[in-house]
């Protein structure tokens, strides 16, 4: 069974900065897409970014001036950079995985895929 572990989360000030990780194991080598998600208080759950083994990323266009997605495969770590956090920012931040190329509807097909128990990021004065 696949299992994914998210860490890096925490609580910092408005224009700090987290590296969030999510480890990956369980799974035989193949290729597959990973992606970040979050979920803000009251909201609905919210793709942020994606990533393919071949290193082609997609990101949902708010995420894409701060964010930084992008993977170590020798260490099977998928990465999550931000930069310049604000309130609003303040989410459950989870990682996502499944077999296959990420494709342009990977928030949506994710859904069905394997998830970790996500990583609270909180972002206050």
């Known amino acids: 069974q696949v299992q994914l572990t998210e860490s890096g989360g925490g609580s910092v000030q408005p224009g700090g900065s987290l590296r969030l990780s999510c480890v990956g194991s369980?799974?035989?080598?193949?290729?597959?897409?990973m992606a970040w998600f979050r979920q803000a208080p009251g909201k609905e759950r919210e793709g942020v970014a994606a990533?393919?083994?071949?290193?082609?990323?997609s990101y949902v266009d708010s995420m894409k001036r701060r964010f930084t997605i992008s993977e170590d495969t020798i260490k099977n770590t998928l990465y999550l950079q931000m930069h310049d956090l604000q309130p609003e920012d303040t989410a459950m931040y989870y990682c996502?995985?499944?077999?296959?190329?990420?494709?342009?509807?990977?928030?949506?097909?994710?859904?069905?895929?394997?998830w970790g128990q996500g990583t609270q990021v909180t972002v206050s004065s």
């Open positions: 996502a995985a499944d077999f296959g190329v990420c494709g342009d509807t990977w928030a949506e097909r994710l859904r069905q895929g394997y």
């Open positions: 369980g799974a035989p080598e193949s290729k597959n897409c």
């Open positions: 990533i393919d083994n071949d290193g082609r990323t």
